[in-house]
């Protein structure tokens, strides 16, 4: 069966310091892979997207990056964090048949 | 370019009553509409999805959906709600033949009172 996994579940950093959100999917192969933000009475923000290995793109200009070093892994990254990074952050992959599925997500609090 | 309202951020309802969640949408294109659920905490899970066919929609949990073209809206509906419905519900749509990629409305918070 498919799954996709998010660590870690909570974050707190302090501003200025690095981060490093990781994803991975479980029982697929070449999977579309997704991040969302979702801050605090806001919708999900789409965030960064990737078709394939090394293949990324970005839908919000800011201080994140993401990276897929290998098929089933989707990483979330920042050099400097800012207070604005605040936010649940949500990893997900498309189906086969046009659904989308996420991982249990992560709660960042940058202090 | 597609978007979501989801037009009501709050509904709150008593328990074994009737709730519709509101959803509109547009979109020069035809288009997938989905509707997730999130719980505290937690990512999101999929209640239903319309890809074509039917215009009614039954999902998990007892909610459904009706999809209607010309007034561009995808309601989710649950004729008796639980106290464990309370969650935050959000309506999605993507477009076909692009890149798939969902565009989610704000979110309705249902809130359950006993």
């Known amino acids: 069966s498919q799954t996709i996994h998010q660590w870690p579940a909570t974050l707190v950093q302090p501003v200025g310091s690095p981060l490093s959100l990781e994803c991975t999917v479980e029982?697929?192969?070449?999977?579309?892979l997704y991040w969302y933000r979702q801050a605090a009475g806001r919708g999900l923000q789409l965030l960064f997207y990737?078709?394939?290995?090394?293949?990324i793109s970005s839908e919000v200009p800011q201080n994140l990056s993401a990276s897929r070093p290998q098929d089933r892994q989707f990483i979330l990254s920042s050099k400097k964090l800012l207070l604005s990074d605040s936010g649940f952050y949500l990893c997900?992959?498309?189906?086969?048949?046009?659904?989308?599925?996420f991982g249990s997500g992560t709660r960042l609090t940058v202090v | 370019a597609q978007s979501v309202t989801q037009l009501d951020s709050q509904v709150p309802v008593f328990e074994e009553a009737p709730v519709e969640l509101r959803c509109n949408y547009s979109?020069?294109?035809?288009?997938?509409l989905f509707w997730y659920v999130q719980y505290p905490n937690q990512g999101l899970q999929l209640l239903l999805k319309?890809?074509?066919?039917?215009?009614l929609v039954k999902g998990i949990n007892g909610f459904e959906a009706e999809f209607n073209k010309s007034q561009t809206s995808f309601h989710l509906r649950k004729p008796s709600v639980h106290i464990s419905d309370t969650a935050e519900y959000f309506c999605?749509?993507?477009?076909?033949?692009?890149?798939?990629?969902?565009?989610f409305g704000r979110g309705t918070s249902l809130i359950v009172h006993p």
């Open positions: 997900a992959w498309k189906d086969r048949k046009y659904g989308y599925t």
């Open positions: 029982g697929t192969s070449n999977p579309n």
């Open positions: 990737s078709v394939g290995i090394g293949q």
């Open positions: 979109s020069s294109v035809s288009v997938y």
């Open positions: 319309y890809l074509s066919g039917s215009t």
């Open positions: 999605a749509v993507s477009d076909w033949g692009g890149s798939y990629i969902p565009t």
